[in-house]
């Protein structure tokens, strides 16, 4: 039989285990968990991050930054965070929402709390409009239950059927709480090609006048893009009441990559594929691209999208 003191001590140290491997530190090293309501953005590492692997988009880079790092830093935010990403392919919409998502849940789209919504994919039939409103609200609902800093990503805004958007506008607005669940530490990014033509128009407008492209504010574009994108029947957001309840809380334009910009993607590329980069190479992929408008070939009509692609058929040199 044993002694009162061995039982004793026996309870004690699997009270003592099951107390360390229950504990938070442990158990999230191992099994995601929701950030913690006191858990801030790492400020630095994310600019440094923006900085360097985001190339030519001053504006998207200082507008996300300081929205983000802010929503992060106030304790009883109002509202969700949510922000319209917008510009043509290949500017870097997905790529800065990736980065956005990592710091946030480290594992970034991968993360049980990173919710990434394709248009059509998730939402392709125009007759089921109601039942994808429903499955959407439950969906937000029952993750944001289960995680408050829970992050959601639509892509591909302006093939999203009108009015289909509108379904998450509770959750948006200025409300503590909707049916028990309070959304205000969520983050809302819509990504969208829609009013990409209105920025590259005005960005062309600058180079023509002799100006900077880092000379363009966020005040020379915002304005013309909420009211191009809310006219827009292929925008995802036409006639919307996010718009017209200011509920988006920044419209973020993507500005055209000039040949420059594309170089450092393909450099970028190179690095990341282990290569020690060849400038010949990077030219080359260069020539095989095409740039806009046709006389003066200033940006690339595909920014960086078919880089990885191009740069695949020159892996022997």
Request: proline share 4%; hydrophobic share 40%; charged share 20%.
């Amino acid at each position: 039989a044993l002694e009162p003191l061995s039982v004793g001590l026996a309870i004690g140290v699997a009270w003592a285990l099951t107390g360390y491997l229950s504990h938070p530190s442990f158990y999230c090293s191992y099994v995601e968990c929701c950030s913690s309501a006191g858990q801030r953005l790492n400020a630095t590492a994310l600019k440094v991050q923006l900085d360097t692997k985001l190339f030519g988009q001053h504006l998207a880079k200082d507008v996300v930054l300081k929205a983000v790092i802010g929503f992060s830093n106030n304790p009883n935010p109002k509202k969700p965070l949510t922000l319209s990403l917008h510009g043509w392919a290949g500017t870097g919409k997905n790529f800065l929402s990736q980065i956005l998502a990592e710091h946030v849940h480290p594992a970034g789209l991968r993360s049980k709390f990173v919710h990434l919504f394709l248009a059509t994919l998730h939402f392709p039939h125009d007759d089921k409009l109601k039942l994808y409103k429903e499955q959407l609200q439950n969906w937000i609902r029952g993750n944001v239950s289960a995680c408050p800093h829970s992050v959601f990503i639509f892509d591909e805004m302006d093939k999203m059927h009108p009015g289909l958007i509108d379904a998450i506008k509770p959750f948006l607005d200025y409300y503590e709480q909707v049916d028990g669940v309070s959304y205000t530490k969520a983050i809302f990014i819509f990504l969208s090609n829609a009013g990409g033509d209105l920025i590259n128009r005005a960005a062309l407008d600058f180079w023509t006048s002799g100006k900077h492209r880092e000379e363009i504010q966020l005040k020379d574009l915002e304005p013309t893009l909420s009211v191009g994108v809310f006219n827009n029947k292929n925008s995802g957001l036409w006639h919307s009441s996010l718009i017209e309840k200011n509920l988006i809380d920044y419209f973020v334009p993507f500005l055209p990559l000039e040949q420059k910009h594309v170089k450092m993607c393909i450099r970028a590329e190179m690095i990341a594929r282990g290569y020690a980069v060849n400038e010949e190479v990077v030219q080359a992929v260069v020539d095989e691209m095409t740039f806009f408008p046709k006389e003066q070939k200033i940006y690339s009509d595909k920014g960086c999208k078919t880089v990885q692609a191009k740069l695949d058929i020159h892996e022997d040199t």
